[in-house]
């Protein structure tokens, strides 16, 4: 895995890996990109350099740091995807929230006046805790995992948050999706996008788990939702 930067944690353990890329001219905010459980792998590093080219500060921490850094696996191998679910498993979300107050806190001494974040599968799940959790301007989870079972956490959202849901999760049943929607159907700082008949992972940027068409319409509306919560 290519990481070019530190950042040093809360809680002053070490000092969190993190792939950056600087835009052309001044920044137009920060962008965070929290990684699925495969690691900043090509695919991860990829939308760092898309949204550094959009004009945003771009930054992909290391979230396995403290168990394991420079993971880097693909999902399309079986080996691999097993790998990834154990890091998982053993990843510390409590403290890996921490780490993320860290970097946003280290994006905003870079000058910007705003900062979002966009996570995939596990980093869904991270984008909706730092939403619920920091002081976040923005954040956008695709098919976050978890999140029905942390409804509550959702009065502590002070900023703007998206949620991108495939219908076909294998990860994210039909009963959890219907209690997102319950929950926050009536939340007008929260935005619900389902994607019928796609699976996890059709975001991704690269592999066999990508839709073409459902992966540019979920990008272009957090693209369009970033240019208006963060600049």
Same mark, same amino acid.
């Given at each position: 895995?290519?990481?070019?930067?530190?950042?040093?944690?809360?809680?002053?353990?070490?000092?969190? !890996?993190?792939?950056?890329?600087?835009?052309?001219?001044?920044?137009?905010?920060?962008?965070?990109?929290?990684?699925?459980?495969?690691?900043?792998?090509?695919?991860?590093? &990829? #939308?760092?350099?898309?949204?550094?080219?959009?004009?945003?500060? %771009?930054?992909?921490?290391?979230?396995?740091?403290?168990?394991?850094?420079?993971?880097?696996?693909? !999902?399309?191998?079986?080996?691999?995807?097993?790998?990834?679910?154990?890091?998982?498993?053993?990843?510390?979300?409590?403290?890996?929230?921490?780490?993320?107050?860290?970097?946003?806190?280290?994006? &905003?001494?870079?000058?910007? #006046?705003?900062?979002?974040?966009?996570?995939?599968?596990?980093?869904?799940?991270?984008?909706?805790?730092?939403?619920?959790? *920091?002081?976040?301007?923005?954040?956008?989870?695709?098919?976050?995992?978890?999140?029905?079972?942390?409804?509550?956490?959702?009065?502590?959202?002070?900023?703007?948050?998206?949620?991108?849901?495939? *219908?076909?999760?294998?990860?994210?049943?039909?009963?959890?999706?219907? %209690?997102?929607?319950?929950?926050?159907?009536?939340?007008?700082?929260?935005?619900?996008?389902?994607?019928?008949?796609?699976?996890?992972?059709?975001?991704? *940027?690269?592999?066999?788990?990508?839709?073409?068409?459902?992966?540019?319409?979920?990008?272009? &509306?957090?693209?369009?939702?970033?240019?208006?919560?963060?600049?």
């Amino acid at each position: 895995m290519t990481t070019n930067t530190l950042i040093a944690s809360l809680d002053a353990s070490g000092e969190i !890996p993190a792939y950056l890329i600087r835009p052309a001219g001044n920044p137009r905010g920060a962008i965070i990109v929290v990684q699925e459980i495969f690691g900043v792998n090509a695919g991860i590093r &990829r #939308k760092v350099q898309d949204w550094a080219a959009a004009g945003y500060l %771009a930054i992909a921490p290391d979230i396995f740091w403290r168990q394991k850094p420079g993971i880097d696996l693909n !999902p399309d191998d079986p080996v691999e995807f097993d790998i990834a679910i154990g890091h998982m498993m053993k990843h510390d979300f409590e403290a890996g929230l921490e780490d993320i107050k860290a970097v946003i806190a280290w994006a &905003r001494d870079q000058g910007v #006046k705003k900062v979002g974040l966009v996570g995939f599968c596990m980093g869904g799940k991270i984008a909706y805790e730092s939403a619920c959790g *920091t002081d976040i301007d923005a954040a956008v989870a695709y098919y976050g995992v978890g999140i029905d079972q942390m409804l509550d956490r959702a009065e502590g959202i002070t900023g703007q948050l998206m949620l991108h849901i495939p *219908t076909n999760d294998g990860f994210v049943p039909a009963e959890a999706q219907k %209690a997102i929607h319950q929950a926050f159907d009536h939340r007008l700082h929260i935005v619900l996008h389902d994607y019928k008949g796609l699976d996890h992972g059709f975001a991704d *940027t690269y592999g066999a788990r990508r839709d073409d068409e459902g992966a540019r319409l979920a990008d272009d &509306r957090t693209t369009a939702f970033f240019a208006e919560c963060v600049g």
